[in-house]
């Protein structure tokens, strides 16, 4: 199904000419943010040395550390009067980043989410229970806005508090959700403990998950585990929200909408780019928004491009799953490790749980903490040892180093309301 098929099969040169105008619009609406004027001018550009989207390569990039400097409203390209909405990302260290929504940048953002659900089946006839976090986080409000767009009866449940989540969705029949996969996971041992069967007890069809890095295999344990179609989904604050990228009902990579973004993938340590399958880190300009668009925004996400066309007939290119963050990467006993090798292994082991802690400390010793599937063992210590041993072979073929595995019964890691939090380095370097 199509949205708006018109703009969704756009054909090559008529998607680059629209490309093109936006962008040449984008850069004169910069022209006013004293930041990006500096940039301009330095480089001596102007938006009519934009002959092309490929031209977006002469413009600067913008990094995390740009906008925190000019925090709370040095990027703002209109006046605050002009400002509809403001949503925060998360800060790490020190402040937060500040992005603002214009009421056609609202509207945009519930359009794209409205475009990418309709392309996965959902239809006004769904009940959609949004599971993510609402407030500040873009995540909750914009997936919230797109969906009542297409006409479902929306229930805002937020995240957490299981025992409700599981009510309204059999008091109200929900059969999409809108979640994060770690508590994905979680909610699917919680059936398990209740004794509920969502195929025989809920409507669930399809499930929507995001802002949390995943393997396939965790898609999938999810799907075996909930009984749903899981679709992945991109998006970040600082581009809109979630509705960047979707995958289609093909479930072969996620369409980037190159109407409102122009896509680059670079090589993270020199900026240059990288051709298209090979692996890099997503770069993205916004050429649709008022209050803040931003160039060259380097999302420090890496993944890569899909060469060729998709079946289901949109001609807007496809990015593999994110395999992780250039800033995530933990170097030890000088090994380059990404959280997500370590996810790949387990999620692919049955005797091995839904929940996993990745612990270092000392100089550069790492442990990682495995939760077992509540049924795959009688307990024996032998069958136990030998299930370790395993499970610390399978991670040393991956990683080309041994860490330490602790297998803990079923429940016992920590699980948050938010975003898992997979690694804790306490490491005395």
């Known amino acids: 199904m199509f949205w708006h098929e018109q703009i969704e099969t756009l054909d090559c040169p008529a998607l680059q000419a629209l490309q093109l105008k936006r962008l040449r619009e984008t850069v004169g609406r910069l022209e006013?943010?004293?930041?990006?004027?500096?940039?301009?001018?330095?480089?001596?550009?102007?938006?009519?040395?934009?002959?092309?989207?490929?031209?977006?390569?002469?413009?600067?990039?913008?990094?995390?550390?740009?906008?925190?400097?000019?925090?709370?409203?040095?990027?703002?390209?209109?006046?605050?009067?002009?400002?509809?909405?403001?949503?925060?990302?998360?800060?790490?260290?020190?402040?937060?980043?500040?992005?603002?929504?214009?009421?056609?940048?609202?509207?945009?953002?519930?359009?794209?989410?409205?475009?990418?659900?309709?392309?996965?089946?959902?239809?006004?006839?769904?009940?959609?229970?949004?599971?993510?976090?609402?407030?500040?986080?873009?995540?909750?409000?914009?997936?919230?806005?797109?969906?009542?767009?297409?006409?479902?009866?929306?229930?805002?449940?937020?995240?957490?508090?299981?025992?409700?989540?599981?009510?309204?969705?059999?008091?109200?029949?929900?059969?999409?959700?809108?979640?994060?996969?770690?508590?994905?996971?979680?909610?699917?041992?919680?059936?398990?403990?209740?004794?509920?069967?969502?195929?025989?007890?809920?409507?669930?069809?399809?499930?929507?998950?995001?802002?949390?890095?995943?393997?396939?295999?965790?898609?999938?344990n999810i799907e075996a585990a909930l009984g749903v179609d899981v679709y992945n989904s991109y998006g970040l604050t600082e581009m809109n929200g979630p509705g960047v990228a979707f995958e289609c009902e093909g479930k072969c990579g996620m369409h980037v909408w190159e109407d409102n973004f122009v896509l680059e993938i670079i090589n993270p340590a020199t900026g240059e780019p990288v051709a298209d399958g090979q692996p890099g880190e997503l770069v993205l300009t916004s050429i649709n928004r008022e209050a803040m668009p931003l160039l060259r925004y380097r999302t420090r996400d890496l993944t890569s491009i899909i060469p060729g066309p998709c079946a289901c007939g949109r001609t807007h290119r496809r990015i593999h799953r994110i395999t992780g963050r250039s800033d995530d990467m933990l170097i030890v006993r000088g090994v380059n490790i990404f959280p997500q090798q370590i996810e790949r292994v387990l999620m692919g082991m049955p005797q091995i749980g839904r929940n996993y802690l990745i612990q270092l400390e000392g100089l550069d010793d790492m442990t990682v903490k495995v939760e077992l599937s509540p049924a795959a063992f009688d307990g024996q210590v032998g069958?136990?040892?030998?299930?370790?041993?395993?499970?610390?072979?399978?991670?040393?073929a991956e990683l080309w180093l041994r860490p330490k595995v602790d297998l803990v019964a079923s429940g016992s890691l920590p699980v948050a309301e938010g975003k898992a939090k997979r690694v804790i380095d306490k490491r005395s370097l």
């Open 32 to 220: 006013r943010v004293p930041f990006y004027r500096g940039k301009f001018l330095a480089a001596g550009l102007k938006p009519e040395d934009i002959k092309s989207p490929a031209d977006v390569r002469r413009l600067p990039f913008t990094t995390a550390a740009d906008l925190r400097e000019n925090y709370p409203d040095g990027l703002l390209a209109v006046s605050r009067e002009e400002v509809l909405r403001l949503h925060t990302s998360s800060g790490t260290t020190g402040k937060p980043k500040a992005l603002f929504f214009s009421r056609r940048d609202v509207e945009t953002a519930a359009e794209l989410i409205a475009r990418a659900l309709c392309m996965t089946g959902v239809t006004r006839r769904d009940v959609f229970q949004n599971m993510m976090s609402y407030g500040l986080f873009t995540g909750g409000l914009v997936m919230h806005y797109g969906a009542e767009k297409v006409g479902c009866m929306v229930i805002p449940a937020g995240p957490g508090t299981s025992e409700r989540q599981l009510l309204l969705m059999q008091d109200f029949r929900t059969t999409v959700v809108h979640i994060l996969p770690s508590y994905a996971l979680y909610f699917a041992d919680f059936l398990e403990k209740k004794g509920v069967d969502p195929r025989k007890s809920l409507a669930l069809r399809k499930a929507f998950v995001g802002a949390e890095p995943h393997t396939e295999e965790t898609r999938r």
């Open 383 to 396: 069958h136990l040892a030998e299930l370790q041993h395993q499970v610390e072979e399978k991670l040393r």
